[in-house]
């Protein structure tokens, strides 16, 4: 989500106050994937990732990573983090979409429950409380592991 604000009479800008970000520098991996912020194809309208569906349920290498930044917004402002569909992409770190820790980022802990050719969920920022307003969006696609 972007607002538009004039600035200095003429020129337009975009102010974003959260944006998402790959979790680590290096080759992308299965626990650090790699997002497409670039441009929203489709019907995506949101940055796009692909991570793989979780069989062993004690394994916790196949969670992913996103990293969530905080643009222009303040520090100190509850931000909740919630999945459009928890039978395909679940949220487990923060635990039951408490608010997000202050500070200027934050490393989010995502869990591909059901993959298909693929599945999809939408994660959403909320600002204020879990059920509040949607300030930034981003499309997860879960998919089955080929062998």
Same mark, same amino acid.
């Given at each position: 989500?972007?607002?538009?604000?004039?600035?200095?009479?003429?020129? *337009?800008?975009?102010?974003?106050?959260?944006?998402?970000?790959?979790?680590?520098?290096?080759?992308?991996?299965?626990?650090?994937?790699?997002?497409?912020?670039?441009?929203?194809?489709?019907?995506?309208?949101?940055?796009?990732?692909?991570?793989?569906?979780?069989?062993?349920?004690?394994?916790?290498?196949? !969670?992913?990573?996103?990293?969530? *930044?905080?643009?222009?917004?303040?520090?100190?402002?509850?931000?909740?983090?919630?999945?459009? !569909?928890?039978?395909?992409?679940? *949220?487990? !770190?923060?635990?039951?979409?408490?608010? *997000?820790?202050?500070?200027?980022?934050? !490393?989010?802990?995502?869990?591909?429950?059901?993959?298909?050719?693929?599945?999809?969920?939408?994660?959403?920022?909320?600002?204020?409380?879990?059920?509040?307003?949607?300030?930034?969006?981003?499309?997860?696609?879960?998919?089955?592991?080929?062998?």
């Amino acid at each position: 989500m972007s607002i538009e604000k004039e600035i200095f009479g003429a020129r *337009v800008y975009r102010l974003v106050p959260v944006r998402f970000a790959r979790a680590a520098r290096g080759n992308p991996r299965f626990s650090r994937p790699d997002l497409d912020d670039r441009c929203y194809s489709g019907s995506d309208h949101a940055p796009t990732v692909g991570i793989m569906e979780r069989r062993n349920t004690t394994d916790t290498r196949r !969670d992913a990573y996103i990293k969530l *930044v905080r643009q222009n917004i303040d520090p100190e402002f509850p931000l909740y983090i919630t999945s459009s !569909d928890d039978t395909t992409v679940k *949220v487990i !770190d923060p635990p039951n979409k408490v608010v *997000v820790p202050n500070g200027l980022h934050y !490393d989010i802990r995502l869990r591909g429950i059901s993959g298909g050719n693929p599945n999809s969920a939408t994660i959403q920022v909320r600002a204020g409380n879990p059920a509040g307003a949607i300030i930034h969006e981003l499309i997860v696609w879960v998919y089955q592991p080929v062998t």
